[in-house]
């Protein structure tokens, strides 16, 4: 698989039910956990990997543009 490749997968896994039902259940456990003695570094660490889970878009759109823009 290319480069190219898994970026377009990524960015088609962000549009997906599955993916908002994951992000959903992702941001429910870590407000459980917050409530916790989870150490704060770990929670921010998880904030963190959705965050740049949600970057991947921009990286497609950088991407697409980047090579649109070749003659």
Do not use: H
């Not at 088609?12 to 993916?19: D, I, K, R, T």
């Not at 956990?33 to 740049?52: C, F, H, Q, R, T």
Request: proline residues 1%.
């Amino acid at each position: 698989m290319t480069e190219k490749d898994i970026l377009v997968e990524k960015f088609n896994l962000l549009g997906s039910v599955e993916y908002q039902k994951i992000k959903s259940y992702q941001i429910e456990n870590i407000l459980r956990l917050a409530n916790s003695d989870i150490e704060p570094l770990v929670l921010k660490g998880m904030l963190k990997n959705i965050a740049d889970t949600d970057k991947w878009e921009n990286e497609f759109w950088a991407e697409k543009k980047r090579i649109g823009g070749r003659g």
